[in-house]
């Protein structure tokens, strides 16, 4: 594997349901971010980690618990989520948080909440 | 409160044509702006990037201008070629001052149809 992967690419769930999304980098970088896109609205900016530390909590529900127990991984763990949480989840990563890093994006999990 | 913002929300263009893909945005404390391009079912890619000490970059058929006193900046692509089209993301970058690390913050995106 290469890049940024995303596993589920597609997760349905129900309100009651505990879920987790999962982002792994294999590019060897120090920060990792979760982003939401809502239909017609902006790249949303959720967490950031650098170094396996949370260094931006942009104002996210509490419904939403990022993990990110090493620098290749990071985790979304999803508990009764609402309907309006129904988005496509993006993870990215970058070589540091500094200067001009680039941020290479996941494919991606789209997310539906009934 | 948008603070960038990409006013068209798609354009179509003939192939070998120029696209241009504008994007506006308000905050002047944004010092890097970036160009990211999103095929469908796939994460957005990095295109080219400016620094606001710039008023251009030019990298192949892409390039950026930077009209800072506008606070406008535009993506051209020439000649534009079908496997162009995709969804073309603008970004500004700042510092979070409450923080320790750079904000992206994104425009809702233009969808680029190249026609053959």
């Known amino acids: 594997e290469t890049g940024v992967t995303q596993t589920p690419r597609h997760l349905v769930m129900g309100m009651t349901n505990k879920k987790s999304l999962k982002c792994e980098q294999h590019?060897?970088?120090?920060?990792m971010y979760w982003y939401k896109q809502s239909a017609k609205k902006p790249l949303e900016l959720m967490f950031v980690?650098?170094?396996?530390?949370?260094?931006e909590n942009n104002s996210v529900p509490s419904r939403f618990s990022p993990e990110c127990p090493n620098s290749s991984h990071l985790f979304l763990h999803l508990h009764t989520l609402q309907p309006e949480d129904s988005a496509l989840y993006l993870c990215?990563?970058?070589?540091?948080?500094?200067?001009?890093?680039?941020?290479?994006f996941g494919p991606g999990t789209r997310l539906t909440v009934l | 409160d948008q603070q960038v913002k990409q006013n068209s929300p798609s354009l179509s263009v003939q192939e070998g044509r120029i696209s241009i893909l504008n994007c506006d945005y308000t905050?002047?404390?944004?010092?890097?702006f970036l160009w990211y391009k999103k095929y469908p079912a796939e994460g957005p890619t990095f295109l080219i990037s400016?620094?606001?000490?710039?008023d251009k970059n030019e990298d192949g058929r892409f390039t950026v201008f930077l009209n800072k006193s506008a606070k406008h900046l535009s993506l051209h692509i020439v000649p534009s070629q079908p496997g162009d089209s995709a969804v073309y993301f603008c970004?500004?970058?700042?510092?979070?001052?409450?923080?320790?690390?750079?904000?992206?913050?994104f425009g809702k995106g233009t969808l680029l149809t190249v026609n053959p």
């Open positions: 990215a990563s970058s070589q540091g948080l500094a200067g001009q890093d680039t941020q290479y």
């Open positions: 980690y650098s170094l396996e530390e949370r260094v």
């Open positions: 905050n002047s404390m944004f010092d890097y």
């Open positions: 590019l060897g970088h120090n920060a």
């Open positions: 970004a500004a970058r700042v510092w979070n001052s409450g923080g320790s690390n750079y904000k992206l913050t």
């Open positions: 400016i620094s606001s000490i710039k």
